[in-house]
């Protein structure tokens, strides 16, 4: 095609006599045609490529599935995958009489709305004897960095719903209204990502999904870890995660007092409620009848984590009677313990002791609703 | 803000649909013009003021080039304009390189030498924008062009947003007296804007980025491969690399097309080229004909005795390394070329200008393969990897056993069947016997098989690092 042909310099139009008139509504014709075929194509496309591969989600998943005997899954992001184990929770259940086999599907970077996504696709795994399903949201305002909009995974989640309810919650967002509205759109173009299936066939192809920056080592998705791996573990035997958390361990290291500062602002910031968010209590209440209506009891967790937001709305929901169960962990008041820097691994987890405390104490409290009653041994 | 964005699609139908809105031809070049600015001051705005530093620079030296008769005073303005664009161009793009490569070379000669390099951005597009403003200041010298008109369409011509960071590096004696006559929308064959866009961000988004993950895992250890990868990875580079700047060209060509704009074409087929002279002429042509005119014609050209055009040919093709990376590769990689160009023009005076349908048969896999090899300078990160996998190459020595999945290459032949049909141009203009709707279905359908292959992340183009 010769470039000169596009553009004639006389005037002159170039198409045949009936194309001449070409305005108006027959442009927006001709536009609503091609994003109709797109969309025909598209949706046959789906058909042929199932929604594209993403590494660690699908990993985890096929790791769920393989254990049909799993009867409590662990959902969430980088503070349960880091510091929920399986093993040190059924023990402590065991320990109370109560038998569980118990599956961490945490992944890192698993914000609030990819957790609704994956939720479901867990649910969908029916998995026979499931009875109880820990949560633990993460926070509903983002900041459209490239994780967030434009991995694989990210796009995945970017349904129309799971969009409209990002904008409202970055619209929460102390930001100017100019920055909020360049995070939405970044959201939005995921949204154009996942309706028109960009890459899904590419990914299927190669079989791998390009881009994802989260990857799970090879003996993390061995069975025996049922999903955890303490960031002291992924730092001794993983060379390439290894660089990336000693620079975070020895910042952590050389700043204490900013981690003292850190849990400092976050006792403030529970107390004067920062991040109730109508939005986050809307959600939460949402995963609820979702899980419920699975025949599962929900239970949500807030982890203990300096870094990540007070996760108030969780609180919220509590108090307003949305949730039922709430096991809380991360109130520094209620647990100075798990905000003791010998427990530490950066600012925002906790190390190998720290987890299997967190963990220990979870499964005791989680034994005491039992006890008590306010939930079922054999879920719902 | 890279052509494959959907924020760019967003941004050019935008800019389209308010581009011809506006009723005078003034008004749409102010908006051009705004959006130009904008479009770049995405990348970074600190770099809208050195392209406007290099605009003004240019429109005042030219009109005093012009206005000048005394050839002394010319040639003066001439330099002026030369010292300051070059000079830029040497300081954000060339410095590190010279301050280290005298470092090393005093190190060598046993000198201690402890200079430091900067840290310097290199502004996206300098490269291209100043040769463009270069050759407009030297064909009014030149006598070859009239000053533009305005300082309006002198700083159109030099930050229209469709070829303003790679290219085609336009010439101001094309592109400014488009400025002149307004053309209307019905001037504009839109279908075959759309059908070039189409191509050009397949090449670039399916098949470029495709392969591009495989180029990088064989170029991050290539130790570890065998002679196979090794090969294979070289052809898959060569694929690359062309369907990367060509891909780019053609979303350039047609969003300029779309606006009422012609830009020069950038390549035509030239992995069928049949030797290095005819390559050269179809790769990159923007590029190849501003040194043809501006450097190897300064030197002397061709109309000079064989050892001369020699000399010619190698200053000519060392520079083209130069201007494409600022690295002993990229110099390597012009000496390369400058050599097989000398090495073609001893062959064609020895043989004859006529070339037999033997030779140009023979000629496109030889052809071919010299520029395969050639790549490695292109792609290597250092001089040493690159002689390493060039000799690797040539003695089909493997370093390691690794492979790559031989899947590559049947993509890689049916691709060249494409290219093969793209240059035949079996039916030109084909898209103007279709009626509009049905081109609408079409090309939706088309269009969104393209984003089924494409990747989320958008991979930057080859050519932005020049």
Redesign the interface.
């Known amino acids: ?16 006599g009936a ?2 008139g ?1 305005v108006g509504w ?1 442009v927006a ?3 609503v ?10 949706q046959l ?1 789906n058909l042929v ?1 199932p929604p594209a591969e993403r590494p660690p989600l699908g990993q985890k998943l096929s790791l769920v599935q393989s254990d049909r005997e799993t009867d409590t899954l662990f959902l969430g992001a980088s503070r349960v995958i880091r510091h929920v184990s399986p093993e040190v929770f059924d023990a402590g259940m065991a320990e109370r009489g109560l038998a569980t086999r118990s599956f961490n599907t945490a992944l890192p970077a698993m914000f609030t709305f990819e957790q609704q996504h994956y939720l479901d696709e867990l649910l969908e795994l029916k998995l026979p004897k499931l009875r109880f399903v820990f949560i633990a949201p993460e926070s509903v305002h983002l900041s459209g960095s ?1 994780r967030e909009v ?3 995974r990210a ?1 995945q989640w970017h349904t129309f719903e799971a969009t409209i309810a990002t904008s409202r919650g970055i619209l929460e967002m102390d930001d100017t209204l100019a920055d909020k509205a360049l995070t939405i ?1 970044r959201h939005w ?1 995921a949204f ?2 996942h309706t ?7 990914s299927q ?2 079989g791998t999904a ?2 994802e920056d989260i990857q799970l080592a090879s003996h993390e998705l061995a069975s025996g870890t049922r999903g955890y791996r303490s960031l002291d573990d992924a730092m001794t035997t993983d060379a390439e995660f290894r660089g990336r958390l000693e620079g975070r361990r020895s910042d952590y290291l050389s700043s204490l007092p900013a981690f003292f500062e850190a849990v400092e602002n976050l006792r403030k910031a529970i107390r004067d409620g920062v991040g109730s968010s109508e939005l986050g209590v809307e959600i939460v209440t949402r995963m609820q009848a979702r899980v419920e209506a699975a025949g599962v009891v929900p239970v949500f967790l807030i982890m203990p984590g300096s870094s990540h937001g007070s996760r108030n709305y969780v609180r919220e929901a509590k108090r307003r009677g949305a949730i039922r169960h709430l096991i809380d962990l991360g109130h520094p008041d209620r647990h100075p313990e798990f905000y003791a820097p010998e427990l530490q691994f950066d600012l925002g987890h906790l190390n190998e002791l720290g987890a299997r405390a967190v963990t220990a104490t979870l499964a005791q409290k989680f034994a005491d609703l039992i006890d008590r009653g306010d939930i079922s041994v054999e879920g719902n | 803000m890279i052509f494959t964005e959907v924020r760019f699609l967003l941004f050019f139908l935008t800019v389209f649909c308010v581009h011809w809105l506006l009723p005078s031809h003034r008004n749409r070049k102010i908006f051009l013009l705004i959006a130009s600015y904008a479009f770049y001051g995405a990348w970074d705005w600190r770099f809208c003021f050195l392209i406007l530093c290099s605009t003004l620079l240019d429109f005042t030296v030219a009109r005093r080039i012009h206005a000048n008769e005394d050839q002394l005073k010319r040639r003066r303005w001439l330099m002026v304009s030369l010292v300051a664009n070059l000079g830029l161009l040497a300081v954000f793009k060339y410095f590190n390189f010279f301050m280290a490569s005298s470092v090393d070379f005093l190190q060598m000669v046993g000198l201690q030498a402890n200079w430091t390099t900067l840290n310097i951005v290199l502004p996206v597009g300098i490269s291209f924008y100043t040769f463009q403003t270069l050759s407009y200041t030297i064909d009014i010298y030149r006598r070859q062009l009239e000053p533009a008109k305005s300082l309006l369409d002198m700083m159109l011509f030099v930050s229209f947003f469709p070829q303003l960071v790679a290219g085609p590096i336009v010439r101001a004696r094309n592109f400014l007296p488009q400025l002149v006559v307004p053309v209307s929308l019905k001037s504009v064959d839109i279908k075959g804007c759309l059908v070039l866009f189409l191509i050009g961000y397949f090449k670039k988004s399916v098949v470029g980025d495709t392969l591009a993950p495989v180029v990088d895992l064989y170029y991050a250890d290539y130790l570890s491969y065998d002679t196979g990868a090794a090969w294979l990875a070289l052809l898959l580079f060569t694929v690359q690399v062309y369907v990367d700047f060509s891909g780019y060209s053609d979303m350039a060509l047609a969003t300029a097309g779309l606006l009422g704009y012609r830009l020069g074409r950038n390549f035509h087929s030239p992995l069928l080229s049949t030797n290095i002279t005819d390559f050269w002429r179809r790769w990159h042509i923007s590029l190849s004909a501003w040194l043809r005119d501006y450097v190897f014609i300064s030197l002397g050209g061709s109309r000079v005795s064989v050892p001369m055009i020699i000399r010619n040919l190698m200053i000519t093709m060392v520079l083209s390394g130069l201007w494409h990376g600022a690295g002993w590769t990229w110099v390597i990689f012009g000496v390369i070329h400058g050599v097989l160009l000398s090495g073609s023009v001893l062959w064609r005076r020895r043989r004859g200008d006529q070339e037999t349908t033997f030779e140009a048969v023979i000629g496109v896999p030889i052809t071919f393969t010299l520029f395969l090899l050639s790549l490695i300078f292109f792609r290597a990160p250092d001089l040493a990897s690159a002689c390493e996998i060039l000799v690797g190459a040539l003695t089909f020595h493997s370093y390691g056993d690794a492979s790559l999945s031989s899947v590559w290459l049947p993509i890689v032949a049916v691709l060249g069947v494409c290219h093969w049909a793209l240059y035949r141009d079996f039916k030109p203009l084909w898209w103007r016997a279709i009626p509009n709707g049905s081109f609408a279905i079409g090309y939706g359908a088309c269009a969104e098989l393209s984003l089924l292959f494409s990747a989320p992340l958008v991979e930057p183009f080859v050519y932005f690092q020049f």
């Not at chain 1, 994003?35 to 194509?41: E, G, I, N, R, W």
């Not at chain 1, 028109?196 to 590419?202: D, P, Q």
């Open positions: 095609m010769h470039p000169d042909c596009l553009v004639t310099s006389d005037g002159e139009d170039p198409r045949p194309a001449r070409l027959r014709l001709y536009c045609l091609t994003l109709a075929s797109m969309l025909v194509v598209s496309a490529f490239d434009k991995t694989p796009v759109s173009m154009l990502h028109f299936n960009l890459g899904t066939a590419r192809l190669l390009v881009g």
